[in-house]
């Protein structure tokens, strides 16, 4: 895990150079040593701080507990409305009616990725990444989703350089990664699973923060913290 990016500048350029495909354009990258932390989640009526995967993720080389803990009062519930985004260990929140909805399996990645997690929005799709050096060589499996999404031609089938969540672990389950190599896509979906994207304004302070929304079309939404505040 010593070898993880922990810059957005050379995150974005890896991206560029490996992961993105022809025509393809990146527009939002969020993660590294300045923008990481825990979710909070609202799925079915039942609340939790941190959510914890609730679908099967890859098995990643990460410490999770490099996170700070929510604080108390978050971890309990005992705020209203968006009051939680004052907890700066907190990195986002999840809403869905199901656990098998979008949004939640977006935050399962996520949150099982911690620390070395990035948010990566192009004008194609929206993803969970991870620098290759932290997937599993022993025990990695291709996440389901990312299969099944596979088999049905959808975003794994992006033609130039755009690499699916099955080549990318399965590469490192072999044990070795293409040379130069440097990104692993968890999990992702097409631009055609997301109803609406919008940065919307959060929290009780004078200088409200910006926070990433995704609404996707089954009903679930997410809204991540982009560390932008605004008059």
Same mark, same amino acid.
């Given at each position: 895990?010593s ?5 957005k500048?050379?995150m974005?350029?890896?991206l560029? %150079?490996?992961?993105?495909?022809e025509?393809?354009e990146?527009?939002? =990258?969020?993660? #590294?040593k ?5 979710? @909070?989640?609202?799925i079915?009526?039942?609340f939790?701080v941190p959510?914890?995967?609730?679908g099967?993720?890859?098995?990643l ?18 705020? *209203? #409305?968006d009051?939680w985004i004052?907890?700066p260990?907190l990195? @986002?929140?999840?809403?869905a009616a ?12 996520l949150a099982? %990725? ?6 990566v929005?192009? *004008?194609?799709?929206?993803a969970?990444? =991870?620098?290759?050096?932290?997937v ?8 389901q989703?990312?299969?099944?999404e &596979?088999? &049905?031609? #959808?975003v ?5 350089k755009?690499?699916s969540?099955l ?7 072999t044990?070795?990664?293409k040379s #130069?190599?440097?990104c ?9 699973q =997301?109803?609406?994207?919008e940065?919307?304004?959060r ?15 089954d009903g679930?939404a ?10």
């Amino acid at each position: 895990m010593s070898g993880a990016v922990r810059s957005k500048k050379q995150m974005r350029a890896i991206l560029e %150079a490996e992961w993105v495909g022809e025509d393809e354009e990146l527009r939002t =990258v969020a993660g #590294g040593k300045d923008n990481v932390g825990h979710l @909070g989640a609202t799925i079915g009526g039942h609340f939790a701080v941190p959510h914890q995967p609730l679908g099967p993720v890859p098995e990643l080389d990460v410490d999770v507990g490099l996170l700070a803990t929510p604080s108390r009062v978050v971890r309990e519930g005992a705020f *209203n #409305g968006d009051e939680w985004i004052h907890d700066p260990a907190l990195r @986002g929140w999840v809403f869905a009616a199901s656990p098998d909805q979008l949004a939640v399996r977006f935050a399962d990645h996520l949150a099982a %990725a911690g620390p070395e997690g990035w948010y990566v929005f192009t *004008n194609r799709r929206f993803a969970v990444v =991870v620098d290759s050096s932290v997937v599993s060589r022993t025990k990695a499996e291709p996440d389901q989703d990312a299969a099944a999404e &596979r088999k &049905r031609g #959808g975003v794994g089938g992006l033609l130039g350089k755009a690499r699916s969540a099955l080549d990318a672990v399965a590469e490192v389950s072999t044990g070795f990664t293409k040379s #130069g190599t440097r990104c692993a896509m968890l999990w992702e979906v097409s631009h055609d699973q =997301v109803r609406n994207r919008e940065w919307v304004r959060r929290g009780r302070g004078t200088m409200p923060e910006l926070f990433d929304r995704v609404d996707f079309v089954d009903g679930s939404a997410l809204e991540i913290r982009l560390n932008l505040r605004m008059l």
